[in-house]
């Protein structure tokens, strides 16, 4: 092949992704509510890309495809509607409301550094490729969707705020719910014991000390439980002390650490019974059992956890009226992109056979 040809080839493939990048910019549609904001064709492949990693799919339809554009005009009305009304929140709680998300991933308070530590650790990725293959986008983009997504929210239940508080569980549904659930609502054995942890940290003889101290205090009743976590709060304490509610659960032993042979020991001891010092591969700890709990259905009127104060009615309809107040969202959503969706506000670009001939093929 001579330099010539390999010349016209490279022409060529310049020629084409010219006019695929043409093509992606291709507008759709525009959103003129309060300002006018254009949908472009790489916009839709974007946000079905991101549904394409929430939803395991591969590929949509083009009717599929037409229902995702539907979505971006609804909540790019939305969102100029809710500028239009003065609605906005700050860089600063944008950023909150990510570490927030992130926060609730992990099940505890982290930093987006910690985050990405972790992130390191566990797929040996960076935040943005994590990001961009959990839900086809990047950090930034996510940021940006959050806060979207959390602005939209807060206006559609703004605008429908009466609606919403007319959602609450009745009596008959809570009721209803307990029924059809009971089984649900068994109580396993239930245990009360007093954890004392000493970490071993660097100096694993000055830990066991400290443990075996400790453990003489308690079981000489030299020091009462609410003494010792006060005593836990102190600078280089050395130890953590605190209640924990264990149930008779093959699950509960493991979380231990424990097999559940083990375990069933545990509930064999009685109140006030202090355990003998067991030493782990990072720590001492012994325990003290303070209350034991039989097992039992629970009744409407019990609490949904030993010594809490939420009873099984409460709880039942704090769930349920979550439930329809989210299925009350999703109308009041749809209610509101109903009343949006005028021809003052937004106006189709791409319509019919034309529409479709850019939706296929990819």
Known sequence: MNKRIITLFAMIAVTVASLAAQTNLQPLATVKLNKAETITLKQLKDRCEVYKKQTGMTSFSIDQKKEILDSLINEKLILQAAAKAGMVITDTQAYELYIQTLSSQVGQNVTESDFAQLVKQQYNMSLDDFFKAQLGMTGEEYKVFLKNQYIAQQYVMKVKESGFLAVAATDEEIRAYYEMNKQSFYQNDILKAFFVIVSKGTDA???????????????AKKVTFDELKVK??????GFQAGDMFIGKTSQAASQLGISYQDLMKIFTRSIGNVSEIKETSTDFQFNVIRAQYPAKLLELSDVVQPESTTTVYEYIRSYVSQQKMSEYFNQATQELCNELRTSNNYQMMKTGSALDSLLEGW
Request: aromatic fraction near 4%; hydrophobic fraction near 40%.
């Open 205 to 219: 003889a000055a830990a066991k000390k400290l443990a075996e101290s400790l453990y003489n205090d308690v079981n």
């Open 232 to 237: 836990m709060s102190e600078p280089n304490s």
